[in-house]
């Protein structure tokens, strides 16, 4: 049949001309993974999971359906899950049983933190075991540093005690140690502290691209690191600043971040494309705590398909640029592609 047949009025779509005839590329599922330009993968994926103290705990969070606070005697069941699922990596934050205004939690050998990686260390050795480092989980007053006498955070004394925290993380055996304090200088004194005391192999990855966002909300139930008194806004970026996160990115690769991050991700996938435009180090997003709950809520209530979205947002996040993509939906992505047979 020619197009001319199927003239309703007469019209003659014949005419358009067959370069433009895009279509034929996506007749079939084989035409269409033929010349498909991104691809999701697992190995894509880091999975953020939240430390705590006691045995045999799996606390479930309110606020982010699906996901649990562990304790860490149950995190090498997690890592064997996560191999199975060729998923490399797990990025851990610590709950600690109780704060004080420096945080010492955070830094102290036998902290959950440290505890967790050890066992994580232990149980999978080849999981790339990947630590927080920041003192809001674990400071009374639940701001990222040590504060003045105004309550302002003192960015070098903060420095410090992030220092000593991914040392003694890089102490019970972190691979990779992840700051995202947004204290200044932090990458590089952490570089150095690390190299001091024999850690050059370890790996750090810059949380560079991090801003004082909303999208927070569940995580900071979940890690229980709400500030007590006003906001992050004097450390974390303004959102509307781009140009000033290429700055930063720029800035923590200078001073020997081996891979940055831009956080979050959906509000922000410009920058996560400007990002991998203009620089060749590793490039993280992180798809954070409320990306996650907006989508499990809306898929609750029915109002939308949740494997279509998840994987559509997730593949966003990888055409934009991003190598790496630290998500709460990585276990059940990671299923899904199965699956799909990739
Ligand atoms: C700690 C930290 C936060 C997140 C990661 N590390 C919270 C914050 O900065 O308030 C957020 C992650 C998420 O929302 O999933 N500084």
């Known amino acids: ?11 003659d779509a014949g005419s358009i001309p067959s370069a ?25 994926f880091i999975y953020p999971v939240f430390a705590t103290t006691g045995r045999g705990v799996r606390e479930p969070i309110p606020s982010m359906p699906g996901q649990s ?20 990596a797990i990025l851990l934050f610590g709950l600690p049983d109780s704060k004080d205004p420096e945080g010492s939690g955070a830094w102290i050998s036998d902290g959950v933190i440290q505890q967790a990686t050890r066992a994580l260390k232990d149980a999978q050795p080849d999981l790339v075991v990947v630590t927080d480092v920041c003192l809001c989980e674990y400071t009374d007053h639940g701001h990222c540093g040590v504060l003045d006498a105004e309550g302002s955070v003192i960015n070098d ?70 500030p007590q008194f006003g906001d992050r806004r ?3 970026m303004d959102p509307p600043n781009g140009r000033e996160a290429m ?9 020997g971040a081996d891979m940055v991050m831009v956080k979050p991700a959906l509000a922000y996938l410009d920058l996560v494309r400007e990002a991998r435009q203009r620089f060749d180090a590793p490039l993280a997003a992180y798809n954070v705590s409320g990306e996650y709950a907006m989508l499990k809520a809306a898929a609750a209530n029915g109002w939308i398909d949740e494997e279509r979205v998840v994987l559509e947002t ?29």
């Open 1 to 11: 049949m020619t197009s001319a047949q199927h003239s309703l009025s007469g019209i």
């Open 234 to 236: 004097a450390y974390q």
């Open 69 to 88: 606070r562990l304790s860490v005697d149950q995190l090498a069941q997690e890592a064997a899950e996560l191999r199975s699922l060729d998923i490399p």
């Open 157 to 226: 004394a903060s420095v410090e005690l992030l220092a000593r925290t991914a040392l003694s993380q890089a102490d019970a055996g972190a691979d990779v140690i992840a700051p995202s304090d947004m204290m200044d200088g932090r990458i590089g004194v952490i570089r150095r502290a690390l190299d001091q005391q024999g850690f050059e192999e370890r790996t750090l990855l810059a949380y560079s691209a991090k801003f004082a966002s909303a999208f927070y909300g569940p995580f900071r139930d979940a890690a229980d690191s709400a």
């Open 314 to 342: 997730l593949t966003g996040i990888r055409r934009a640029g991003a190598d790496m993509i630290l998500t709460y939906h990585a276990k059940e992505a990671a299923r899904w592609l199965a699956r799909q047979g990739g």
């Open 20 to 44: 433009h005839r895009m279509r034929r590329l996506r007749r079939s599922d084989g035409l269409r993974r033929m010349v498909r330009e991104t691809r999701l993968s697992p190995t894509n």
């Open 247 to 255: 700055r930063a990115i720029e800035r923590d690769l200078a001073e």
